[in-house]
């Protein structure tokens, strides 16, 4: 799918024209290809429908002024998204409750009702990475008490497409929440295994490391790389 930006005198444009299909959501205009649809049945998509459902149900239990403060949370400025052609747009209170309720459930985490009242916690420092294919730890390390007594760390991964080379292969893979990490060094060994099971000494690693507060608001990402060890 790609964003498509309209300039005068077209001013938007829907349905199928020669095999694209043009089509617009909250964060702007984009075109794709058109393709019957299909229904993945992948565990992590199963989750995900499930997690959905699950919290648009709980979404109808809230009370009509839980939801009123989510759509004015949505509504504030601090709130302002950006797509990739760098308009601002804004999501509704209940895909904000939606988001952050995934967040929160990623570590460990209670659902709360009311939408936060603290403001995104800044990005976490980071000091080193360490990935291993063998017996050496994979583990991040970062000053002392940097994710607590309040914060949890979310950890993104991806991997170049083969050793030597120096670019990620996918967008970055959830490797793990962890609920107030304590003292450094963290150790994600056991998280790392299940996405990426044939890791090779040479590839290189990429994270994003995030600082979460317990509201469910998640920092912006802190990057690192490092060549896998064994």
């Given amino acids: 799918m790609s964003i498509v930006k309209f300039a005068a005198p077209v001013a938007g444009l829907r349905g199928t024209i020669g095999g694209l299909t043009y089509s617009a959501n909250k964060s702007g205009p984009y075109a794709r290809q058109w393709s019957r649809g299909a229904n993945r049945r992948t565990t992590p998509q199963t989750d995900n429908r499930a997690d959905l459902a699950t919290l648009a149900a709980y979404w109808r239990t809230l009370d009509p002024a839980?939801?009123?403060?989510?759509?004015?949370?949505?509504?504030?400025?601090?709130?302002?998204l950006t797509n990739p052609l760098g308009e601002a747009y804004y999501i509704s209170g209940f895909l904000w409750f939606v988001r952050m309720s995934r967040w929160l459930l990623t570590c460990g985490r209670d659902l709360i009702e009311s939408a936060p009242a603290l403001g995104v916690p800044p990005a976490p420092t980071v000091s080193s990475l360490q990935v291993s294919a063998g017996a050496a730890a994979s583990q991040i390390t970062y000053p002392a008490s940097e994710f607590g007594p309040d914060y949890d760390?979310?950890?993104?991964?991806?991997?170049?497409?083969?050793?030597?080379?120096?670019?990620?292969?996918?967008?970055?893979?959830?490797?793990g929440g962890?609920?107030?990490?304590?003292?450094?060094?963290?150790?994600?060994?056991?998280?790392?295994?299940?996405?990426?099971?044939?890791?090779?000494?040479?590839?290189?690693?990429f994270a994003h490391v995030y600082r979460q507060s317990s509201e469910g608001y998640r920092s912006s990402p802190t990057s690192a790389a490092a060549d896998v060890v064994a």
């Fill in 66 to 80: 839980d939801r009123l403060n989510w759509d004015t949370f949505a509504a504030d400025p601090a709130q302002e």
């Fill in 178 to 205: 962890f609920q107030i990490p304590g003292a450094s060094p963290l150790d994600f060994s056991p998280e790392l295994a299940p996405p990426y099971p044939l890791i090779q000494v040479g590839q290189r690693a």
């Fill in 153 to 175: 760390c979310i950890i993104e991964l991806n991997l170049s497409t083969s050793v030597g080379t120096y670019a990620p292969s996918i967008p970055p893979v959830l490797i």
